[in-house]
């Protein structure tokens, strides 16, 4: 599987789909202060409302919002809202109202409560309803995973019910969370959540007073201002730039603005709805955008490119991935717009390129978030992006740095002095080199005139739309029209053959097998590995399931996956390859819940020889023996420490001893654990923090320490370490792994140019590595990174496997 995730991704087409937490590969580790906010992983009470119906109010139902900060759909059916009086009495009981359905990623959830006999508005159509009657001023309102009504009268005692998800005490509320409970409230005023929807635990520092604002699952809210319709008729003295701001949050979050004006430049009818307007009449500030995206959530769109349009509604700041650090995008939600003409020439996009697009990438707040700076749209390329927020902007003749997909995304680099790597992608370097200039391009239009491309090609001509934000992709080109693809010819490469004398060992994360796959990605990898890696005499595999995949059933063999690779390999010309490995324990090993996947050798038995030593499991630690030429190890297969803290969740290195022309080699085949929890270059915190990394320096550490004891036995011994680390050349664990010339990692032998094995967010860059001991010298080494899938848009494994020819 891919090595950024912990599961199988499952894609959402754009935003607001059902996804996981999103992680990436290029991050930087500095750690967040204690004061930042951790919002909530599902749902929230958002807003509470009591005053309905009362004297001066304007509504006439009380109501609970409920709203999902997450990027998963958060189901509600066996749920229910509870209402606690602000000082309960020893006979007080708290009030039910059950829930069913959900609360979309990003959505909203109203609850309607009793109604007074006061107000004029009704609320927008419920999601659910109940016969609570709330106190204007003061209660306690609960999230509870159940219906039956719950018993706890204190804060304490709430607190320790498992069942509630969210509680919002507010008033004189002796029920609460954290240091005290929300404002008073009244007839007209409600408590609720900033637009992030942060959830700190604490309700005095996570909610407001002011104007109720319900919204309900549709987006809809209670009618704004207009003609008789609630629609705007004439423009407001609100302007889009007055919206966006200077700093990356709306000065204007959580307030509705007035008959907005602007132009349609774009419309999306799928994914996440709405439409983006650009306001032509520009100001003279060059950090504030004249672009918004009005969120239409599941309502039709009645409007098209290119419509003079005003819209009434929310400013809301959407967070597409807020648990995992990703910046917002400034909204307009539960619109009532407005077409006062169609047929509008639309405002000129803005052309990125490398005379725009900052060498810099990011300005950086000590790990804290960079919401609140001042932009500099001039120094820092994150800057730039955001100040053309949902603007219409647009890339010329730009070279593809990573295939298109199946969700019909791209990327390209707009900024022609970002280093290209050998076959034309960009290739990342450092942690202080993060290539500027990258950029998706999503469809917009239809899916079929999306271009299939591999890396090296070009977009000729005119790429543009408007410039979005998502979880996987941070700043994106929402392309409405997309130039045409000049072919950059790239061809799978076919690596060496070698001679006789040495010994070939490879390494392949062949990305989540199991015998459920279909035939053809069976051949397609077996044909990787007997054309372009030329059938090495020992090939470690990463990513072999079990023998029936996902399915979570305590099954751990996986001998039926391996037999069906070598009968491909076989079919594909190659050898009657032999194996070894070791189970895991059920569910011990991460990856795909039920996969257990684990390292596999396969190894050529008419070239090299098994050293098989009884002993090794999966919790028994593999150990040396002897010393000098005498040097064994004690289990053969065996693995590396496999109950140390360091392997929790994760695969543990498997080791293995071989004899080639009666010489010993010993062989590490590893894949360290997942990106998954890091927060992402695009992050509002900055420098943003790689808590992944910690562990894999751990793991690296813990091998370290095996080899050490391998080479203070046999200070000549043939070692070679392989397989996905997950970690790039430059990372700590990398470093701590080579730490005291116990390893040589052979990717720094090649140029700068070529050091990648794996394509993310537009960067090539290193996960794949192969490993020598000091016994192995630079003349008796040839290394290989064989680029076969990571830059096309048809693969067999996200990785590009790696070769090593030795002379042991």
């Not at 590969?25 to 004061?35: E, I, Q, R, T």
């Not at 309960?88 to 007074?116: D, I, M, N, Q, R």
């Not at 051949?523 to 990513?543: K, Q, Y």
Request: glycine residues 10%; negative net charge.
């Amino acid at each position: 599987m891919p090595s950024h995730i912990t599961n199988r991704r499952s894609h959402r087409l754009l935003l607001r789909a059902a996804l996981p937490t999103a992680v990436t590969a290029s991050l930087v580790l500095v750690p967040l202060p204690g004061a930042v906010a951790v919002p909530s992983a599902g749902a929230v009470i958002a807003e509470v409302y009591g005053g309905g119906g009362n004297s001066g109010a304007t509504l006439k139902n009380d109501f609970v919002e409920l709203a999902n900060p997450s990027g998963a759909a958060f189901g509600l059916t066996g749920y229910s809202v509870q209402y606690l009086p602000g000082s309960p009495s020893a006979t007080s009981k708290w009030g039910v109202t059950p829930l069913t359905g959900e609360v979309a990623p990003g959505g909203h959830y109203l609850v309607a409560e009793s109604a007074g006999t006061g107000g004029t508005v009704n609320l927008p159509a419920p999601d659910a309803s109940g016969s609570i009657a709330m106190s204007a001023t003061t209660g306690t309102i609960a999230l509870v995973n159940g219906t039956e009504a719950l018993t706890c009268k204190t804060t304490e005692e709430c607190a320790a019910d498992a069942r509630i998800v969210d509680l919002v005490g507010f008033g004189t509320a002796v029920v609460h969370e954290g240091s005290g409970a929300a404002p008073g409230t009244s007839n007209t005023a409600s408590v609720s959540r900033a637009a992030s929807l942060a959830d700190t635990d604490d309700n005095a520092a996570d909610l407001t007073a002011g104007a109720p604002s319900p919204v309900n699952s549709a987006g809809e809210t209670t009618p704004g201002d207009g003609g008789d319709d609630g629609n705007p008729t004439e423009p407001g003295t609100v302007r889009i730039h007055d919206i966006q701001g200077t700093t990356r949050v709306s000065p204007l979050a959580g307030t509705t603005v007035t008959g907005v004006p602007g132009v349609v430049t774009g419309v999306r009818t799928y994914g996440s709805k709405g439409f983006w307007i650009q306001d032509p009449a520009a100001d003279a500030d060059p950090a504030t955008s004249e672009g918004v995206f009005v969120y239409t959530g599941s309502a039709p769109i009645t409007v098209k490119a290119g419509d003079s349009v005003l819209v009434t509604a929310k400013v809301t700041e959407y967070y597409p991935n807020n648990s995992g650090g990703s910046q917002s995008l400034t909204e307009l939600s539960a619109p009532k717009t407005t077409v006062l003409s169609s047929g509008n020439a639309l405002p000129a996009p803005v052309v990125l390129n490398g005379s725009n697009i900052p060498a810099a990438y990011t300005p950086e707040a000590d790990g804290g978030s960079i919401e609140s700076l001042p932009l500099r749209p001039d120094a820092y390329a994150l800057d730039l992006y955001e100040s053309l927020e949902s603007m219409d902007v647009e890339v010329r003749d730009v070279p593809v740095t990573q295939a298109s997909n199946s969700y019909h995304e791209l990327w390209v680099d707009a900024r022609e002095q970002d280093p290209r790597s050998a076959r034309g992608g960009v290739v990342y370097l450092g942690y202080d080199r993060p290539n500027s200039g990258r950029i998706m391009v999503q469809s917009l239009g239809p899916v079929e005139e999306f271009p299939v491309t591999d890396v090296g090609d070009t977009l000729t001509g005119a790429t543009g739309g408007p410039l979005d934000y998502t979880e996987f992709g941070g700043y994106t080109v929402a392309a409405t029209r997309v130039g045409s693809v000049d072919s950059g010819g790239l061809e799978r490469e076919v690596t060496q053959s070698g001679l006789p004398s040495e010994l070939k060992i490879g390494t392949y994360n062949v990305e989540n097998l199991d015998p459920s796959d279909p035939d053809e990605k069976f051949a397609a990898l077996a044909t990787g590995v007997v054309t372009n890696l030329r059938s090495p005499d020992i090939l470690a595999l990463e990513e072999v399931q079990d023998n029936n995949g996902a399915v979570n059933d305590g099954t751990v063999a996986s001998d039926a996956t391996v037999a069906k690779f070598v009968e491909a390999i076989k079919a594909a010309g190659g050898p009657a390859y032999d194996w070894r490995s070791v189970d895991p324990e059920d569910l011990t090993d991460g990856g795909e819940p039920g996969g257990n996947i684990r390292q596999v050798f396969l190894f050529n038995p008419a070239r090299v020889s098994f050293t098989d030593i009884p002993g090794g499991d999966a919790t028994t630690p593999v150990g040396v023996t002897g010393h000098g030429e005498y040097t064994r190890l004690t289990a053969s297969p065996g693995r590396i420490d496999p109950t140390n803290e360091a392997w929790e969740d994760s695969r543990k290195p498997l080791v293995g001893q071989f004899l080639f022309h009666d010489k010993p080699v010993f062989v590490i085949a590893n894949h360290f654990n997942s990106k998954g929890g890091d927060q992402g270059l695009d992050s509002r915190f900055q420098q943003p923090n790689r808590t992944s990394e910690v562990q894999r320096t751990k793991q690296a550490a813990a091998e370290q320490s095996f080899v050490a004891d391998l080479l203070a036995a046999d200070p000549s011994a043939a070692v070679v370490s392989l397989g996905d680390f997950n970690d790039y050349q430059f990372s700590p664990a990398m470093k701590t792994l080579t730490k005291d010339g116990a390893l040589r990692d052979l990717v720094n032998t090649l140029p700068a140019t070529e050091r990648y094995s794996y394509v993310y967010q537009g960067n090539s860059q290193v996960l794949d590595h192969i490993l020598v001991s000091p016994g192995l010298k630079p003349q008796q080494t040839s290394y290989d990174v064989v680029h076969i899938n990571a830059e096309f848009a048809t693969q067999a494994s996200d990785h590009d496997p790696q070769v090593v020819r030795i002379k042991p």
